[in-house]
Each structure stands twice: as structure tokens, then as C-alpha cells.
């Protein structure tokens, strides 16, 4: 397979991938009531995944390709499940930034595995948009990683205090 041709394949799966994190996160946030901290920055990070999904539609019509409709659905439909799942875990809210911080660096490791296929393809836009993508979701895993006790800590606090925690 040519350079182009797997990059455009791993961006397909790339996008894919940014669906099911929309989905994810979207699931996610509309619970999360006690946790306005964690609520704003996944909102935000929302944003994010919006513009990196764009970012890489662009790259794909760039390649002459489309995304994936079956990798997009699947990976939907896998988001939701995780999500109707997480909602029945009583501790829900940890668990969920816990399954954040694991997806944002398999994210992480993605978008440096399309960034070294796209400086081999001599793709600079795409290794750009790549690059753009990355930094984000570095930031997105290094709040997650620095908030994680936290979060724990207000879980713990609330559950404590008899209050509704899991959320």
C-alpha cells in the first residue's frame, strides 16, 4: 500500500475516532451536575474534537477521500455504549475521567503515528493539522492527569456526605 494511500486510511480511522470521542464526551458532560470544573473543560474539549474533525475532513478531501460512514457509525455506537454503561456505575464520575485520560492518550498516540505518515507522504497540511490536533489533545490528557485527584477527592467527599456523588 502507498504512503498516501494508508494515510488516508488512518485518517479515516482518525476521524472515526474524533466521532466516537464527540459522542463520548457530549454523553458525559449532559451528566455531569456536581463537577463544574470537569463539565466546563470537556465542554471545551468538545469544541476541540469538533475542529479536529473538520481539520481532518479537510485533510481527506485534500487526499481525494471521504470519511469512513461504517467506522463512524461503529465508532458512535461504541461511545454510546460506553455511556449507558457509565451511567449505572456509582462512581461514574471517576470512572468516566479515568476512560478520558486512557482515550486521550490513544488519541495522543494516533495523531503521532499520522504525523510521521504524513511528513513521510510529504503531506505538510496534513502533518499541520495533525500537529494542531496533537497539542490539543496533550493539553486535554495533561488537565485530565492533573485533575484526576481531585476529581477523586470531591467523589469521595460527596459519597461521604451522603450526597449525590456519581455525578
Known sequence: MADRERLAQWLRDAHGME???????TAQASRLENYPELRRRIEQHIKETQGQRERLETCLDKLDTSSST?????????ALLQGIGGMFAGDEVVKG????????????????????????????HVAQVCRENLAEEHAMADWLRDHLPSVTQTFLRREERGETAKR
Open 70 to 78: 461504517m467506522k463512524d457509525l461503529a465508532g458512535r455506537f461504541a
Open 19 to 25: 466521532q466516537q470521542a464527540e459522542t463520548m464526551l
Open 97 to 124: 475521567a479515568m476512560a478520558g485520560y486512557v482515550f486521550e492518550n490513544i488519541e495522543i498516540s494516533s495523531y503521532i503515528v499520522l504525523l510521521a505518515a504524513a511528513e513521510e507522504a510529504g503531506e505538510a
